[in-house]
Structure formats: structure tokens, C-alpha cells
């Protein structure tokens, strides 16, 4: 139906936002509805992309990373970076998508390298690892959630922040979204960046 408080299908975004964090609406807005269109809205299909991209995606890589980072490597200095990785990320693909306005797809690319980034934990199991591999693998890893940080900031900026605090760098400009540039990282893991909701 449409929204309407007449006919008493308005949607309280306040209390939403209550519910569900600020980010999450954000980014469900503009991942399911493209800029200048009409499109739907369901409180379970919020639910649904909360859940399964930003907690499980996004907040399980991060939790994940860091706390491998922080138990192996309390300060994780600058190595080489494995291309395994870093060629996937696409920074024109989505810069053309911000440029012309298509958010929702800049978003869907950003997650293809969320989900690369995932697929290479999954694969490489850093855990398994050692010494100078391991080191390679986190550090890959640690530039790859930097970068998502930046990415990201434009549509959800209190986690990009938040990603931020617990690699402990400033939150860089789309001119850093190169690999290798850290010179260092002192990880402190916080708090999960989202909560899965039922």
C-alpha cells in the first residue's frame, strides 16, 4: 500500500531508527530502493538485510579479523599485501555508480568485495596459519576493512567509524583506498558492529 497517514500506513522512521540503529535503515533505503523510484518497505525485509549483510557479512568479517589481529599480533606492522585479495576490490566500479547516482549499486559492489574478502578468510584459514603467512593474510585483511571503512562511510558512517576505532587509524579519503598503506595497526576489538535481530 502506499504510505499514508490518512489511511494510517505511515512509517515512523524515529522509532524505527529506535529499533534497528540509524545505519541499518540507511542502508536498507538505499540498498533496496534506487534513488528518484518508488519501491517497497517492510520491516522483516530490514530485518532480513540486517541480519544477513551487515551482521553476518560485514560484522562477522570484521569480528573475525580483529580478533585473530589482536591475539596474534597486538601491533601488526606493514607487510606485503596478497593481490589474492586486493585485485578484487573494484574502486572505479564503484565511484561510477556514486557519480551517476545509482547507490544501490555502488552498495552491491562494495559487498561483492565483503564477500571476497569472507571467501578469502574462508579459504586461507588464518587461523590455521603462522608466522610470516599469518602475517600476510591479517594485514590483507586489515587494509581490506580500512578500505571498506571509507567505502562505506557515505551510507553507513557511524560503522564505518566504528571500524575505524578498532583498527585504530583516521578514517582516510577515497585517495586511500589503496593497499599497503598503514604502516601500522594496533587492533583493539570493540563491540560487534550489529546485532542480529529475530
Known amino acids: 500500500k502506499k504510505i499514508s497517514k490518512s489511511l494510517g500506513t505511515a512509517i515512523d522512521p524515529i522509532a524505527i531508527v529506535d529499533t534497528y540503529g540509524v545505519d541499518a535503515l540507511r ?49 601488526l606492522k606493514k607487510v606485503s599485501v596478497d593481490t589474492v585479495l586486493s585485485k578484487q576490490f573494484n574502486l572505479e566500479a564503484i565511484k561510477k555508480h556514486i557519480n551517476s547516482f545509482d547507490l544501490h549499486f555502488a552498495l552491491s559492489e562494495i559487498w561483492k568485495f565483503v564477500h571476497a574478502a569472507n571467501k578469502y578468510v574462508n579459504e586461507q584459514k588464518p587461523w590455521e596459519s603462522k608466522g610470516e603467512v599469518l602475517q600476510k593474510q591479517l594485514y590483507t585483511l586489515l587494509e581490506s576493512l580500512r578500505i571498506l571503512s571509507i567505502v562505506l562511510y557515505p551510507f553507513i558512517p557511524s560503522t564505518a567509524e566504528k571500524i575505524n576505532q578498532q583498527l585504530g587509524v583516521k578514517l582516510g579519503t577515497f585517495k586511500d583506498c589503496t593497499f599497503g598503506k598503514t604502516a601500522a595497526y594496533k587492533v583493539k576489538k570493540g563491540a560487534n558492529l550489529f546485532t542480529k535481530v529475530s
Not at 44 to 69: F, H
Open 27 to 75: 542502508y536498507f533505503l538505499i540498498r533496496e530502493i534506487p534513488l528518484w523510484q518508488d519501491g517497497d518497505y517492510s520491516e522483516q525485509a530490514l530485518k532480513n538485510r540486517l541480519n544477513n549483510e551487515l551482521n553476518n557479512d560485514l560484522g562477522n568479517l570484521a569480528s573475525r579479523v580483529l580478533t585473530l589481529t589482536e591475539k596474534h599480533f597486538p601491533t
